[in-house]
């Protein structure tokens, strides 16, 4: 690619996002735009499509170019934030710049009155929650009324935008932090902007909350050999997880068990169980990889989302290790505000019942998540009693040796079963696979299973050997990277796209969070 070819690509990004203000206005017709900059929603602009490659190629060279300039990289990097958006969701992005504006414009009438700042802060929930509660649970609760009273519902076409829980909770998490005086309101419109549009972050988080990146917004731009070397691993590996591991294993196995239950028997489905077990934790963490290595290449550092979470010894823990950015704003923001545990032990499992249930919820408009939120609610508080109550033991306590051994096992397995309820599309579809499961496990079919199958098992196991695999190595790997420099890092990201290109579908298959 020419500089002429890449000035162009700068221009049209730019022009993409003027494009989509101006077909809202009415005067241009954004279906007349070349296939690039239109929004198809067949083709998002997603981390794992060759698209994006090319377009963040471009994106990185102007970034560069802007590196010195403060204001003019913020803008740049909040109109591509925009564009990478409308890819995914249309128009649907004008959503953002007014959730962007109104909080901006509310937290400082927070952070000013001191005697009205809760009705600032009402107001600023009823617009976010209410924004998302229609787009996103409209059929669904007029559905259960409607059901209730026996009527004939048919489903609004509501369209749903991709990443529209992850923007409104960080917005949300900014408001409520200047209600609590945990920050100031920032005081550039542009920062704000800057903060809740972050591209690599808007589709499926990390939930970053402002408290922590809006500290970093206006640094002065340093990335260094570690900062980079580490970016690079951090998007091989994630690359590796989603488009080699998550998407070989679905789309061989885990989607055609789940998909006909009845003709698969009870070991196959319980391997179909724990195939869907790696295959969203390696989309999810992958996609978060990746997202905390592109912020680390433009000079941010994002907390971790992942740590091994199949290493849980408990329900407890392993919420502490699985889409932290998420629990701990279900943590800081409902449970806490809830009362947390200051009004005795009972109070503390109702708040964390009723915590867990609002993460269910969250994940979708079904009752499959409500109940698949309720019940790890229930094993969390079932744990927290037995084993603060009934043992005695502190609330950092972890079992050792044997112990931990069969904690761990235990836990991956009462995991793996409430992965039904986040999967199958409806309760009959988990009672046929527990029936299959139970009734049908015929152990003299699974060398045969394991042989027909022997690559997605193979992944899958590489999958949980990655959650024992020492810091050291990872240490190391990233020094290794650090030492060869860029061309280096350039021959180990082709190394893995010739991977991904010799396993991928015909389709790029998107981030199963994207739904959320």
């Given amino acids: 690619m020419n500089p002429d070819n890449i000035l162009e690509l700068i221009e049209n990004i730019f022009c993409a996002i003027l494009n989509g203000f101006a077909n809202y206005f009415n005067t241009i017709d954004i279906s007349k735009l070349p296939p690039m900059l239109g929004y198809d929603p067949r083709e998002p602009l997603l981390f794992s499509s060759g698209t994006f490659l090319f377009v963040f190629l471009a994106f990185a060279l102007a970034y560069f170019v802007l590196r010195k300039q403060l204001t ?89 935008p991709v990443g529209i829980s ?52 206006r640094k002065p731009l340093h990335i260094s050999k570690d900062m980079f070397a580490r970016a690079v691993y951090l998007i091989i590996i994630g690359l590796f997880k989603k488009a080699v591991i998550s998407d070989y294993i679905a789309q061989n196995f885990v989607d055609r068990v789940f998909d006909n239950p009845t003709l698969f028997s009870g070991g196959e489905i319980l391997l179909g169980i724990y195939g869907y077990c790696f295959q969203i934790y390696c989309d999810f963490s992958g996609y978060s990889d990746i997202a905390i290595g592109i912020s680390l290449l433009l000079g941010f550092k994002l907390p971790a989302n992942f740590d091994a979470p199949f290493k849980a010894d408990s329900m407890s823990d392993f919420w502490r290790r699985w889409h932290i950015s998420l629990s701990t704003w279900i943590r800081d923001y409902v449970y806490i505000s809830l009362g947390g545990n200051r009004h005795g032990k009972w109070r503390m499992y109702l708040n964390q019942m009723i915590a867990m249930t609002a993460c269910g919820l969250w994940h979708g408009a079904s009752l499959n998540f409500i109940v698949w939120g309720a019940l790890h609610g229930l094993l969390v508080c079932i744990h927290k009693f037995w084993s603060q109550t009934v043992m005695h033991h502190d609330r950092r306590y972890h079992p050792t040796g044997l112990r931990r051994f069969i904690s761990v096992v235990l836990t991956f397995h009462t995991l793996c079963l409430t992965w039904l309820f986040f999967r199958c599309k409806d309760f009959d579809s988990v009672w046929i696979m527990l029936k299959q499961l139970v009734e049908k496990f015929n152990l003299a079919l699974l060398p045969d299973v394991f042989e027909a199958y022997k690559y997605v098992f193979i992944l899958m196991a590489l999958a949980l050997v990655s959650h024992w695999i020492p810091a050291k190595l990872e240490t190391r790997f990233v020094g290794i990277l650090q030492r060869g420099g860029v061309f280096f890092s350039a021959i180990a990201i082709t190394i893995v796209i010739f991977i991904i290109m010799q396993v991928k579908s015909s389709e790029i298959q998107p981030f199963i969070y994207f739904q959320f």
């Fill in 72 to 160: 003019a990289r913020l803008l740049f990097v909040t109109l591509f934030s925009y564009y990478f958006f409308y890819k995914s969701s249309g128009l649907y992005f004008l959503l953002l710049v007014f959730v962007t504006l109104t909080d901006y414009g509310i937290a400082h009438r927070i952070a000013a009155s001191a005697k009205h700042k809760r009705a600032w802060l009402v107001l600023s929930l009823l617009i976010d929650m209410g924004m998302l509660a229609y787009f996103k649970y409209t059929n669904f609760f007029t559905g259960m009324v409607a059901q209730m009273i026996g009527s004939n519902f048919q489903p609004w076409d509501i369209f749903l």
């Fill in 166 to 217: 992850f923007f409104t909770f960080k917005s949300v998490s900014y408001t409520i932090d200047v209600y609590r005086g945990k920050m100031p309101p920032m005081t550039s419109l542009l920062d704000y902007a800057f903060h809740v549009s972050f591209f690599p972050t808007i589709l499926a988080g990390p939930i970053v909350r402002a408290t922590d990146f809006g500290p970093q917004i």
